[in-house]
């Protein structure tokens, strides 16, 4: 039988919230690069992010009822404030959704927020951020109060802990986590659109990280952030250390008693991975195309291979040259030389791997439908780990 509990929302990301769970940093886990003040996306001025939690129920699935483990999580290049940035997007592999892509690859722009939330819930998404966008005025009109916009809206799919087919993401739940999105530290694990995602057969969700390129290089801010659903088990791999293969036993999967079935399989791919990268970097739409290419040269260095059910979709965009977009005038702005992109291209690797790992760090075990459960990743044990490779000092 369902048991029903309040509504559980958690819609503000604070300071003491997300400094409250320690990272894989804090356990010692020594990524290369340096970082910006949060090791989050929002280390790129400007950008901000907001969740909403979606955690009710318990016991059976009853389709439309619960249980509930699910949310929407929102990503704004400058915050509130409307001001189109350059942006390019791309896939790994197309098993999985992310909306107004064909505009931003024709155009060059992203002219919208970015939400991601689960499979299920991508139209309802899609239609509450139009929504809001009206309501804001987060739009420059064509004609008088004429305007159009292809809302961005990502997607994994956490139907193994989550009614998904309930469709549980509402406008009002949209609303909340664009409302509420902040600059600073970034809460991660089961969170947002994070909720009632797995990785790696592990507990997975939202993850983020940030680089900052040498004086040198121009000091640029590289932020990341993920929501992580994807890969097996055994594909685990932190900083060359094949973690997964020594947790082929730890925290194994469940039978069903009644039918047999296998619960929660860790050697089966069934997920997807949604990357957002923000740079502060001078970038036209054709060389944030080069970022979102070397988005999965961090992912693989996780263990992951891009399979044929995971949806690997990324997007990356640039702040700066705030003033480039218009419908009506010609624009002058700042570029980067190409021969002066190695230093981003070494932060989008190095950030993208941190920010997944640390969605593994920060999830924890969680009871979803009819007793499926995802266990947390045994972060001591993969300390242990670490050390008998000497990735981690005794």
């Not at 997944?356 to 920060?362: E, K, M, P, S």
Request: hydrophobic share 40%; with cysteine.
């Amino acid at each position: 039988m369902l048991k029903v509990f309040p509504l559980i929302l958690f819609l503000v990301t604070t300071l003491s919230s997300a400094a409250q769970k320690k990272r894989a940093r804090d356990f010692g886990i020594p990524f290369d690069g340096t970082t910006g003040t949060n090791n989050a996306i929002t280390d790129v001025a400007g950008v901000a992010v907001g969740h909403t939690t979606i955690i009710n129920g318990e016991g059976n699935l009853q389709k439309g009822k619960g249980p509930v483990r699910t949310g929407v999580t929102a990503i704004l290049p400058h915050g509130k404030e409307f001001i189109p940035v350059y942006a390019s997007f791309y896939a790994l592999n197309g098993n999985g959704d992310m909306t107004g892509t064909h505009w931003i690859t024709e155009s060059g722009f992203l002219e919208t927020p970015i939400l991601i939330t689960n499979t299920g819930n991508v139209g309802t998404v899609r239609d509450a951020a139009w929504q809001w966008m009206d309501e804001h005025k987060y739009y420059t009109p064509i004609f008088k109060d004429y305007w159009f916009a292809y809302p961005v809206v990502a997607e994994t799919y956490d139907g193994i802990l989550n009614d998904i087919n309930g469709q549980h993401v509402k406008r009002d739940h949209v609303f909340k986590a664009l409302d509420n999105a902040t600059q600073g530290p970034v809460q991660e694990g089961s969170v947002g659109g994070g909720t009632g995602m797995i990785c790696y057969g592990f507990k997975g969700g939202i993850g983020t990280a940030s680089r900052i390129t040498s004086k040198e290089a121009g000091g640029y801010s590289v932020g990341v952030l993920v929501q992580a659903n994807h890969g097996s088990r055994s594909q685990l791999t932190i900083l060359g250390v094949p973690v997964g293969k020594h947790l082929s036993d730890t925290l194994k999967v469940r039978i069903d008693e009644s039918t047999g079935a296998v619960i929660n399989n860790t050697e089966k791919e069934t997920g997807s991975i949604i990357i957002v990268l923000a740079t502060d970097a001078p970038l036209l739409p054709e060389q944030l195309k080069r970022l979102a290419h070397r988005i999965p040269l961090g992912l693989t260095r996780t263990g992951a291979i891009g399979g044929n059910s995971s949806g690997d979709i990324f997007i990356a965009f640039s702040t700066a040259n705030k003033n480039a977009f218009s419908n009506t005038e010609e624009k002058q702005v700042t570029t980067m030389a190409n021969d002066r992109m190695n230093a981003l291209f070494t932060a989008t690797i190095q950030a993208t791997e941190e920010a997944i790992i640390n969605a593994l760090f920060a999830g924890e075990t969680m009871d979803g439908i009819n007793g499926n459960k995802a266990y947390g990743m045994p972060k001591e044990r993969v300390i242990q780990i670490m050390k008998q490779y000497n990735r981690i000092k005794q």
